[in-house]
C-alpha cells in the first residue's frame, strides 16, 4: 500500500488533510485488510514519531477513583445512574489527600482524579480538595476527570489548580453518539465542552472506545477529524469491554488488535500527544498495555484507589489491578514495562510543548 512508501512526515501530513473517506479507507485497510509485515511497520513509523518528542519514557499517573455515583446514564457503562446493582461508594476528602500521599511516597508527581458525574462533589467542594491537593503537593500536577461540568465551574477549578481534564468524547459522530446515550445527554455539548477546558487553560485529554457497538469505519474517520480539529494534549481510546448489567451484556469482548491500530495511527497523526495504554487494553489481552507501548502510546495510569473499593468502579467486566495494593500493582508494572524495553517515568510528564516552557501549541 502507499502509505508504507511515504516519510514519517509525509504521512503525518496525509492523515492530517485527508477527507472523510480516505481516512475511513486507512483505517479500514490497517484494520481489516493488512498483512502483519504492513502493520509492523506501523507501529514502527509511530515509534520513530514517539521517540523524537518523548523518547522511551513512558509516563506514570496515579489514578484515583474517588466516588462511583453518577447522575448520568450511558448505555454502555456499569456505574451508570440506573444500574441498581452498582455499589456505590464516595471518598472523603482524607482518604483522597491519604492515596494522594501514598502515590507521592511511591513517587508520582501526577494525580488523577477520576469519578461519576457526583453531584455531592459542588465547585467549592471539589475547589477545596483540589487546592488541598496543590498546596500539599506542589510539585504534581492535578488531572480531573469528573465529567460535564459548565464552564464557569470548569474555570473556578481550574484557579483552584487544576492542570488538566480528561473528557472522552467516545464518539464523534452524532447518530453514533445517540445510539449510545441517552436524549438528554449530547454529543455538540460534550464537544463544546472540551473546547471551553481548552481555551480556558488545560491541557486536555479527549477520547473514545474501540469496537463499541454500531461503531464502523466511517464513525472512526469522524473521531479522526474532531481529534485532529481539537488538538487535545492527551487522547485515551480503550476497546469497548461489555459490562453485565447494561443492555450491551453479552456482545462479545474485542481483541487488541484494531485498538492498538489506532493508537498507531493516532500517534502518526499527532506526533507530539500523550497517549495511554489503557488499563481496559491490558484487561481484553494480558499483552495488551505492552502491545500498545510498542505501538506509540506513552502513559500508563496504575491505581491508586484503595483495594477495598477498586471492584465497586466497575465500567466494564474484569477488570485488572483491582486486588493489589498500589506498591505491589507498580512493582509489576514497572517491571513489565521495562522488560518491553521502554523508561519508566513518574515526573509530572506534561505535554512535550509545556515540558520546553513553550506556549499551548500542541498536535
Ligand atoms: S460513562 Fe461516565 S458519565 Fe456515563 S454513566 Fe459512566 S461514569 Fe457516568
Redesign the pocket.
Known sequence: MQFMTKSDYEFSRYLNTAGKKELSGIIRYFCAETPQEELSELAACANRLREKHYGRRVYFRGLIEFSSH?????Y??????SNFNARRYRLSEEEILSCCQNGYNLGFRTFVLQ???DSYFTDERLCSLVAEIKQRFADCAVTLSV??RRSDSYKRLYDAGADRYLLRH?TADVAHYDKL?PPMMSLENRKQCLYSLKEIGYQVGAGFMMESPFQTFDTLAEDLIFLRDLKPHMIGIGPFIPHMYTRFAGLDTPSSGRTVVMLSLIRIMLPKVLLPSTTALGTIDPQGREKGLKAGANVVMPNLSPVAYRSDYS?YDNKICTGEEAAECLHCLTNRIESAGFEPDFSRGDHVDLQKGGDLICG
Open positions: 453518577c447522575r448520568k446514564d450511558c454502555y457503562c456499569g456505574i451508570r445512574k469519578s461519576g458525574e465529567g460535564e467516545e446515550h465500567l
